[in-house]
């Protein structure tokens, strides 16, 4: 991991996302090899380690009877912020995660989505450089998640974030580098441009069309221009292809005589967007 950047780990339930997490924080025992953070084994300097840093764990661990203040101020000062820098820091993480006007409320009034909030916000609150994010959006609202991207975004240049996620478009918005997990390995790792240049499957072609439009004679039409193109979907006045990335030098004909003569296809318009 890069100083100042978001590295993503993405990967299903189950590939192995959150065991990673509890083995970089000594939560698990590794069985074999070591890591080091600033310079600190996880293995013989733990007590070291964990002081590096700050961890939002996949479930939320809250004590229902404490405000989000209370728990603020507690993992503020286990990480050694006292007086008038942590007053500060809290009150800086409340306003960060949208949480001020629930400064004194205790965590069980709280909604999932603040509780999650809450979670982030004791993961940075004192101030780590290394910050461990377990699935940090799950149980957000689309609202909230996107409050949640612009802060992580925002706080990835004083900190260097490592998250678990398994939304597609989370890494890709987020990750400056995106490491993919499956059945508790690696298959791969890069930027997301790299990834999807590598692996991804190219382009998607929408087409909205009218009612009496034949998607298979449609294909075929498509297909003339694009011969590798492949009908992924046909519903109701929507049809989508799918274009490979070695077909983009022949699209510009395609989508050239789409603008033009569209209505004589059926088309009434048509997007195309770069897959995830």
Not at 96 to 109: F, P
Not at 247 to 253: C, D, G, K, T
Request: net charge negative; with cysteine.
């Amino acid at each position: 991991m890069e100083e100042g950047q978001i590295s993503v780990l993405l990967g299903h339930n189950g590939a192995g996302k959150s065991t990673i997490m509890n083995m970089l924080t000594g939560m698990l025992a590794a069985d074999a090899g070591d890591c080091y953070i600033y310079g600190h084994s996880i293995r013989n300097e733990l007590r070291a380690v964990r002081q590096e840093i700050g961890y939002c764990p996949q479930h939320n661990v809250l004590w229902p009877e404490l405000t989000c203040e209370e728990h603020l101020n507690f993992f503020a000062s286990i990480k050694g912020l006292d007086g008038e820098a942590r007053d500060t820091a809290i009150t800086t993480m409340l306003r960060a995660v949208d949480l001020e006007e629930k400064r004194h409320y205790r965590s069980s009034a709280l909604s999932g989505g603040q509780k999650r909030k809450l979670c982030v916000a004791m993961a940075f609150v004192g101030g780590c450089r290394l910050v461990f994010l377990d699935e940090p959006t799950a149980g957000m609202d689309v609202g909230a998640r996107r409050h949640t991207w612009e802060l992580l975004q925002k706080m990835s240049s004083d900190h260097t974030i490592l998250l678990t996620t398994h939304f597609m478009d989370e890494a890709d918005l987020l990750g400056h580098k995106i490491a993919i997990m499956s059945n508790g390995s690696l298959q791969c790792q890069g930027s997301s441009l790299f990834l999807k240049s590598r692996l991804g499957v190219g382009y998607t072609l929408v087409l909205s069309v009218q009612p009496n439009v034949n998607p298979h004679s449609l294909a075929q039409g498509i297909q003339n221009f694009v011969p590798q193109a492949e009908l992924m979907s046909a519903g109701t006045g929507e049809i989508c292809f799918r274009v490979p990335t070695a077909s983009l030098s022949v699209l510009p004909p395609l989508l050239a005589e789409l603008e033009s003569n569209g209505p004589l296809w059926g088309v009434n318009n048509f997007t195309l967007r770069k897959s995830s």
